[in-house]
């Protein structure tokens, strides 16, 4: 069965630092894909970025940036330089290549940026 | 472009009533999904479609729930009846389907929360 832990229920940092979300994820197909997806307060999820099981380059956006890891089945999500703005809970999730459409979401993390 | 739009906002019902959510996906998603949203259960998927085709709904708690997709523009899920356990926010998401298993992204609405008394 697939899973995605998200072992951090809730972190808080201060503005300007730098945190880093941990995903750990569980299959047993080697073709997935993996997603990180901002559940900001007004409710609605965003997605955020899509990893292909092939892909194991990091990625940066701006200030975000993603270390995916198929060693150790993890892809953690950092923030740099956070800001208040980027409080939400963070969503990793997993779905499997050329089977389904369903994606599975971890628990998520509920990120506090205090000023 | 607008994003994907359910209503109501918010509900709010009495035990043993009937709810009807209701779901427009974006313009030219061809897959569409609900999810439903609690502390204790996290984000679950409930059903989904590909083509107005529902595909998987194990993830239907019961058969006091059903959703249908009569086009490619409408979707509806219902409660009936309605207890307080349902109470939980409710999402629907599209996407644009190609293949089964393409990893495509998912749009997600704003969400329906909803209160059973």
């Known amino acids: 069965a697939q899973k995605v832990t998200q072992a951090q229920t809730e972190i808080s940092v201060v503005e300007k630092e730098d945190v880093t979300l941990d995903c750990v994820y569980e299959?047993?197909?080697?073709?997935?894909?993996l997603f990180w997806y901002k559940q900001p307060p007004s409710g609605e999820l965003v997605f955020l970025i899509r990893?292909?099981?092939?892909?194991?380059q990091n990625e940066i956006s701006g200030r975000y940036s993603w270390n995916f890891q198929k060693s150790t089945s993890s892809f953690n999500f950092t923030i740099t330089a956070s800001q208040v703005v980027d409080s939400a809970v963070y969503f990793c999730?997993?779905?499997?290549?050329?089977?389904?459409?369903?994606?599975?979401f971890g628990k998520g993390t509920r990120l506090h940026i205090l000023p | 472009d607008a994003g994907v739009i359910q209503s109501p906002r918010h509900e709010v019902t009495e035990m043993g009533q009937e709810v009807t959510l209701r779901c427009k996906p974006i313009?030219?998603?061809?897959?569409l999904f609900w999810y439903r949203q609690t502390m204790m259960r996290g984000l679950e998927l409930l059903i989904y479609?590909?083509?107005?085709?529902?595909?998987?709904d194990s993830g239907m708690p019961e058969d006091r729930f059903s959703a249908k997709m009569p086009n490619a523009s409408f979707s509806t899920l219902k409660i009936q009846p309605s207890e307080p356990r349902d109470s939980a926010v409710y999402f629907c998401?599209?996407?644009?389907?190609?293949?089964?298993?393409?990893?495509?992204?998912?749009?997600f609405g704003p969400g329906t929360r909803l209160t059973v008394l």
């Open positions: 998401a599209s996407s644009r389907y190609r293949t089964s298993g393409s990893g495509n992204e998912q749009f």
């Open positions: 479609f590909n083509n107005n085709v529902p595909i998987d």
């Open positions: 299959t047993r197909d080697t073709t997935y894909y």
């Open positions: 990893r292909n099981s092939f892909d194991e």
């Open positions: 313009s030219g998603h061809n897959s």
């Open positions: 999730a997993l779905s499997l290549m050329n089977r389904d459409d369903k994606i599975i």
